[in-house]
């Protein structure tokens, strides 16, 4: 079991010293631990203090040539978008579509929301309220938001499911299969069941395992996904970059 991308990095671009390491750094451990590619995917635009500025997706994609001809991996430029509304916006533009090889979306704390209604329904609800007994009103308006955008945007995969905002995950996971959006099994959060695992591995979800790395050394350690796709015996043909490349949906830059 091999891992051959890792589609979850973050760099000196998500801002305040958030991501540790350039590009190349990242692009430089992946090779060193035998990764055919990464993607570079800071934080979305409308994080308060961490995101990363679409003026520069220019400067970015020029260090992305420069690593991949230093190192000889393949680099896909991406962003880890935030979900901003319960009626499913996310802090993308149409623009963004074209500058982009792959999208990610999660929710993040700390985000700023089109509404105040947004920052109290979304925000503030789920950063206040406890993570181990959500109310059914507040998981049915999470599930909502998700489901909204995935049918909104081009989305590749959600990042950390629940994490900080539970949902009905196997209505996400349903919707994504739909459409093609992979679920994260991510390096340091995963906040499923054992049930909810099986069960989306049951009706053919597919996965994809990332580091979720905010340093160079992170850059494709994901014991944690791996360990449990041992533990539950995971088909490994549902996890899309083991022992192979993923083409992603919408087949942006060179998937």
């Not at 991501?19 to 631990?33: D, F, P, R, S, V």
């Not at 390096?187 to 340093?215: P, Q, R, W, Y």
């Not at 041992?230 to 490349?245: A, E, G």
Request: charged share 25%.
């Amino acid at each position: 079991m091999i891992l051959h991308g890792d589609y979850h990095t973050h760099t000196i671009y998500s801002q305040l010293n958030h991501g540790k390491g350039t590009i190349l750094q990242n692009a430089t451990a992946a090779a060193e631990k035998g990764l055919k590619q990464i993607a570079i995917t800071d934080h979305g635009f409308n994080h308060m203090f961490f995101a990363t500025k679409r003026k520069l997706f220019p400067q970015i994609r020029e260090e992305i040539l420069n690593a991949k001809e230093v190192t000889g991996v393949d680099i896909l430029l991406g962003v880890e978008a935030n979900l901003i509304s319960t009626d499913g916006a996310v802090d993308l533009k149409e623009s963004d579509y074209d500058e982009l090889d792959i999208i990610l979306m999660g929710f993040h704390k700390l985000v700023k929301t089109p509404t105040v209604k947004d920052f109290m329904q979304l925000q503030a609800v789920n950063m206040l309220s406890s993570p181990y007994r959500a109310s059914q009103k507040r998981i049915a308006r999470n599930t909502a938001a998700f489901l909204k955008a995935l049918d909104k945007y081009p989305i590749d995969i959600i990042t950390h499911l629940n994490f900080g905002c539970p949902t009905d995950t196997l209505a996400v996971a349903r919707l994504a299969k739909q459409k093609g959006v992979l679920i994260e099994l991510n390096g340091k959060h995963i906040n499923f069941t054992d049930d909810e695992i099986l069960t989306m591995a049951g009706e053919g979800v597919k996965f994809i395992v990332d580091s979720d790395a905010h340093t160079p050394s992170r850059v494709g350690e994901c014991n944690r996904a791996i360990n449990l796709i041992y533990r539950l015996n995971l088909p490994t043909n549902l996890i899309v970059n083991l022992d192979k490349l993923p083409t992603f949906q919408k087949k942006r830059g060179q998937n």
